[in-house]
């Protein structure tokens, strides 16, 4: 008996010593399911216990990144998907808690967990914690997640020029706790929340309120260590409290005396173990990264860190990757954020969804402050859910994101007015007044989750936010303006700013947008409005960043967009993309990127920004070829060495200088310095003659109906801006340029698969002839047509149909005279949107040069491109 005993005692001293071994391991245990799901896209009735019939598919996983790249069918799925995956987990029912976290799904998702509903989440960009415990079984644990992501009226963000992706997006965690734990139930949140308040010089209060779930009633201990970026335990405080079974709170105030304040010239971070202990055993544990800091907002003065001014200079960024969707890893979203940093920027608006928590990590880490949003983008609607939905997404978003130091400013509406012109005449006034009330309740919701940031609110130029009151509401203003863009001219932007400065000097703005389309395939010496060339959007942003850096009162800019993004509804150059970023889709630099660099980095810098334009060909009978070369430092003179010869020295102003530089045939080596730094640059050059007598080597490729040329990627060709014939040259006999200036929006979808879309939307209308005055001999001649549909920004549904009537202009084509293409009739023939490409050969004899000629059956000719080649 006595020894049974003993034995008895020794294992359960085994046991005891085992678990104080274990609690001082890992108490809670967080790994990703991200691997290996079954995946099946539309609708199904699922047998809750098998796998689903599917793919297979790891996570992040989106159904909609090849669907938006299909540039020649309208839409993208947006519907119902299933996942399905068998866990191996073998769960400790009687002494643990298991909880699933889904970082996003696009838009809502159901969870079941062998068959028994768990829960299930609205909307796409916040995160949401299920507690999964009372569906498990001992072994062979099966999930099902039914994700939808059609349309509801009930969901922001309801319309945006966004793409809506569906699926489970981001990270999926399993996380198993003890039976007492931090509130993982409180909105998707740790359950914990740090505040830095009273920073005063180096000492700063310390505020932790958290709230964990009790199994029983108890006598436990809150601790919390501060470790600094070394680990050195700079706090360690005990709150001893009794618990009830169930939700319990509780609050810890400290103060330090010797802190290292965050910043983003010195983003220092210290880490908080929070833990809930018994009898000297931990149950739980937590770590959160936080930093201490103090900011404030002046209408006149601008923004204050840690009591210091700092002008808050950066871009937006959406969660967007050529081929991925928004299916991105968190690499991706680090090295944005690191893109973003390198440009010099301060400061990122997360436009226009909480993004990844990746993406706030790495904020923290690099020192970039933070505007982060709910998708209420365009439009309220009258639904009561809606307004719900609004609400509960936003509380969501405070509490998840709560502990990051680089969030400043908390926004819940971009440009909320925008849609407000197509309402029916009946509803706008219930419209306006909905929004307002919405306005005020979420101003409320925030004011009470977090007093310690301010609120913001994205508008655009419309007058409703005046006379509506809306615009008093947020604590910041944030404008969306495209002068020079959508509507006036580059220097309109100061001047509306520096009037609503005058009209509400109590108010604190943001200058929250501000952007120019562009294609690094489209270059322009005289650039105009829509033409999407890289010399536009240089235009604007040099424009733009001097107005903005002689404007004391206006706190902050973030240009639209960092990168280029997905955008369904769009018809630019780049069909379904929004083409305003400073990088490409997949990451390359635009040349106004170096712009931001120049003017914000401190170390001395210098680039010459023609990475985008390597490729030129001019028009010229003069040598030598001059051509223009924008370099953007941030030194004082900058000297360019052109082939090994040196132009004289220039003098930067608004940190840009340009050189009319004298290029040669072929290539050209371009060296630009400064002191001790210097860039080089490679440009490739060719020349076609103006003057075509005794020419033998003709090779002209035009860009009809247009006045910037367009570079073929694949084929290393430039199609040269288009000009008038005069005799001995070449170029166009009458017509006029469709589009390009004159409409308000952007240009037509061409449904092509090649690359060459922006060709085809440039057309000239009304087209007589194109002449050349070339030598006797065999030439090669191509054409390039498209019928462009009459509607801008519209998909073309069922009207691509071939079987078209047609008859809306019928053409000949003639080649000196004879004829070639014959009764064209492009609608009739190939339906709207359809590319028709044709070449010919043709001798030209007698010294007559080269006429081809358009003649009118009905209505006007057109010609998208025009390209002549010699065949001697
Ligand atoms: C805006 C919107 C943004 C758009 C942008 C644009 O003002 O807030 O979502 O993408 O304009 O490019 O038109
Ligand atoms: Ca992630």
């Given at each position: 008996m006595l020894n049974k005993n003993t034995h008895l005692q020794g294992l359960l001293l085994l046991i005891i010593f085992l678990s104080v071994a274990f609690s001082h391991a890992q108490i809670r245990k967080k790994t990703t399911l991200n691997s290996h799901w079954k995946f099946h896209k539309g609708v199904l009735n699922p047998d809750f216990s098998k796998n689903i019939e599917g793919e297979i598919v790891n996570l992040p996983?989106?159904?909609n990144n090849k669907d938006v790249l299909n540039d020649h069918k309208p839409g993208h799925y947006r519907g119902e998907g299933w996942y399905s995956k068998i866990i191996s987990l073998f769960p400790d029912l009687n002494e643990k808690s298991y909880f699933l976290q889904f970082e996003g799904v696009g838009q809502v998702a159901e969870v079941f967990v062998n068959g028994h509903k768990a829960g299930s989440h609205v909307g796409g960009y916040t995160g949401f914690t299920l507690n999964i415990t009372p569906f498990l079984k001992a072994d062979n644990n099966i999930l099902h997640i039914k994700v939808d992501n059609a349309h509801n009226p009930d969901i922001p963000p309801l319309s945006a020029d966004f793409t809506f992706f569906g699926g489970i997006y981001r990270d999926v965690f399993l996380i198993e706790t003890s039976k007492?734990?931090?509130?993982?139930?409180?909105?998707?949140?740790?359950?914990l929340f740090i505040s830095t308040p009273n920073v005063k010089g180096n000492s700063s209060e310390i505020q932790l309120k958290g709230s964990f779930i009790s199994e029983s009633k108890n006598k436990l201990e809150i601790q919390l260590k501060v470790l600094d970026a070394q680990r050195k335990t700079v706090l360690s405080t005990i709150k001893r409290l009794k618990s009830n079974t169930g939700l319990n709170t509780f609050e810890i105030k400290s103060k330090l005396t010797e802190v290292n304040l965050w910043s983003p010239d010195n983003p220092y971070l210290y880490t908080a173990e929070i833990s809930i202990i018994k009898d000297g055993n931990i149950l739980d544990e937590e770590n959160i990264r936080f930093g201490f800091r103090s900011f404030y907002f002046h209408p006149e003065n601008g923004f204050f860190l840690n009591g210091s001014h700092l002008k808050l200079i950066g871009a937006n960024r959406h969660q967007d990757y050529y081929g991925d969707g928004v299916a991105l890893s968190d690499d991706v979203h680090r090295h944005d954020l690191k893109i973003l940093k390198d440009m010099g920027a301060n400061f990122i608006r997360l436009a226009h969804y909480p993004q990844d928590p990746a993406v706030l990590e790495a904020a923290d880490e690099l020192g970039l402050l933070v505007w982060q949003e709910t998708p209420l983008v365009n439009e309220v609607t009258l639904s009561e859910a809606h307004d719900n939905n609004a609400e509960t997404i936003l509380i969501e978003m405070i509490r998840q994101y709560?502990?990051?130091?680089?969030?400043?400013l908390w926004g819940y509406m971009n440009e909320i007015y925008w849609a407000h012109r197509f309402l029916d005449e009946n509803v706008v006034d219930a419209h306006t007044e909905a929004t307002v009330k919405l306005a005020k309740r979420l101003e409320n919701v925030v004011r009470n989750e977090d007093p310690t940031r301010y609120t913001v609110m994205a508008l655009h130029h419309y007058p409703l936010y005046e006379t509506s009151g809306?615009?008093?509401?947020?604590q910041v203003v944030g404008w969306n303006l495209y002068h020079g863009w959508y509507y006036d001219n580059f220097e309109d932007l100061g001047k509306f700013l520096d009037e609503e400065h005058k009209k509400h000097p109590e108010r604190i703005h943001i200058l929250s947008e501000f952007g120019s389309g562009s294609d690094q395939r489209l270059h322009s010496l005289k650039p105009e409005r829509f033409d999407f060339t890289m010399e536009g959007q240089k235009a604007m942003i040099e424009s733009y960043l001097t107005q903005i850096m002689e404007r004391n009162y206006l706190a902050g800019a973030t240009y639209w967009n960092l990168v280029d993004f997905n955008s369904e509804k769009r018809v630019d150059t780049k069909p379904h993309w929004n083409q305003k970023g400073l990088l490409s889709s997949k990451r390359v630099p635009k040349d106004p990127y170096y712009l931001f660099q120049a003017t914000l980095l401190k170390e001395p810098f210098i680039k010459i920004a023609e990475t985008n334009w390597q490729h030129r060909v001019g028009v010229s009978d003069t040598t030598p070829f001059l051509s223009p070369v924008d370099i953007y430092t941030n030194q004082k003179t900058v000297q360019l060495e052109a082939n090994g010869k040196l132009l004289e020295e220039k003098i930067v102003k608004n940190n840009k200088v340009t050189f009319n530089v004298p290029l040669s045939i072929g290539e050209n080596q371009l060296l630009a310095i400064s002191n001790n730094i210097s860039d080089y640059i490679t440009i490739n050059f060719r020349n076609i003659p103006v003057l075509l007598k005794e020419q033998y080597n003709i090779d002209i490729s035009i860009n009809a109906g247009s006045n910037h040329s367009f570079f073929d990627e694949k084929g290393a060709n430039v199609w040269v801006e288009d000009q008038p014939y005069r005799p001995e040259s070449w170029g166009y006999i009458g017509g006029e340029q469709l589009y390009v200036g004159k409409k308000i929006g952007t240009k037509e979808k061409i449904l092509t698969i090649d690359s060459f879309i922006p060709l085809y939307q440039t057309i000239r209308e009304g087209i007589e002839a194109y002449r050349f005055d070339v030598e006797d001999g065999w030439y090669e001649v191509e054409l390039l047509f498209v019928e462009p549909f009459p509607k801008s920004r519209r998909f073309v549904g069922n009207d691509v149909?071939?079987?078209?009537?047609?008859?809306?202009r019928i053409f000949d084509v003639l080649i000196n005279n004879q004829?070639?293409?014959?009764?064209?009739?492009l609608l009739k023939d190939y339906g709207y949107n359809y590319p028709l490409r044709e070449k010919t050969k043709i001798k030209v004899t007698e010294g007559k040069g080269l006429s081809i000629s358009f003649k009118a059956i009905k209505g006007k000719p057109i010609v998208s491109g025009v390209k002549l080649r010699s065949l001697n």
């Open positions: 996983h989106t159904w007492t734990h931090f509130n993982l139930s409180d909105n998707g949140s740790t359950g709560y502990n990051h130091p680089s969030i400043i809306l615009g008093d509401i947020p149909s071939p079987s078209h009537l047609g008859g809306k004829p070639w293409l014959q009764n064209l009739d």
